[in-house]
């Protein structure tokens, strides 16, 4: 099971965020009435989804034995009639052939990330208790 805990802090939207030993904040800009703190929620998605295509891609290319150096992703969404779009725009750095850049671009696509967010996946919201503080 993967878990994180995200509470509101002292900024009008900005959010702590625990992820194990690791301590984040998510914020909305300047223009948005946040202050500006840290990335957007969907800054933090997109980043989510970069990290582990590439992540799969280096794992199942030093499993081939493949000469890849660093992989590179920059995701974007945009929205097209009325529907979100994600784009990832993946540069792969090292001397492969182009049936192993066409291979690796398959394999992030499998990415547990990409597999979630291109699925149906249904969302559960349990309102608990309130805490004391």
Request: with cysteine; glycine share 6%.
């Amino acid at each position: 099971m993967t878990s994180v805990q995200v509470s509101s802090n002292a900024s009008r939207y900005g959010q702590d965020i625990a992820i194990r030993q690791f301590e984040l904040i998510a914020d909305e800009p300047i223009t948005l009435g946040g202050d500006d703190l840290g990335p957007t929620p969907t800054e933090l998605l997109l980043a989510g989804l970069g990290s582990c295509k590439a992540i799969t891609i280096k794992m199942y290319a030093e499993r081939k034995g493949w000469p890849v150096e660093n992989v590179y992703v920059a995701a974007e969404l945009n929205t097209v009639d009325k529907q979100s779009v994600i784009t990832a725009y993946l540069t792969l750095v090292g001397d492969l052939s182009d049936e192993q850049r066409d291979r690796l671009r398959e394999i992030g696509d499998r990415c547990p990330v990409h597999r979630l967010l291109s699925a149906t996946t249904e969302i559960q919201t349990v309102l608990t208790p309130n805490a004391e503080t």
